[in-house]
């Protein structure tokens, strides 16, 4: 079998394996954000003169994805109205008003218009700056299905802004993440982006449920994947985080 390292990428395993439709979590209250988020939805809170949600659907559309399924919540009224103006990719909207469901239980309610193939998952807050290779083209010729429930990719804490945790996941010389002990500093965290199977989702539990429960099912199964991140990586949580990010933009721009 050929293996993963930590800079690595597993086998391609086809054209068929790769995913043409994305997840976008846009659901979040976003009170980190707040004031700003009172008022506006957080995928709306512009970094460079654009809205969050635009910088990742933008990638999606450089990267030929025709389909993105968005989930709202928190003034949804306000994500949708904007959403509307979008030609690609094409965007469903996953309607959570009733109910916040999480992550897990967000994409779970997704599933029916998601498909029945792996897909790409996408936060809004997540922001990166792309290395040699557009990252979601790595990310799909990294999807092995044949060992794979799901694909996430992780970020150097090193390499990091806007982060202040302990990390979460340790890798191994194949690829195969696996939780940060106690106690213990990890040298990766996720970015909330990642290429997920549809089966991941078969034992998942009803209603809101993090994600989180169904990566570790994939640990235990030794079925959760990591890809490390090739260029910097910015969580934009809060307000300090948006000059922050628009600071590395300006500068890798240079």
Known sequence: MTTTGIDGTPPATGQDARPGTAMVLAAGLGTRMRPITETLPKPLVEVAGRPLVDHVLDRLAEAGIGRAVVNVHWLADQVENHLKGREAPEILISDERESLLETGGGVAK????IGDKPFFL??????????ARPLLDRMASAWDDSRMDALLVVAAIVATSGYSGSGDFLMDAEGRLSRRPERITAPFVYT???ILSPRLFETAPDGAFSLNVL?????EAERLYGMRLDGPWMHVGTPDAIEEAERMIFESAL
């Open 122 to 131: 996408l936060n809004t807050d997540s922001f990166w700056m792309e290395g």
């Open 192 to 194: 909330g982006c990642g």
């Open 215 to 219: 990566f570790d099912q994939a640990i």
């Open 110 to 113: 997704a599933l029916p218009l």
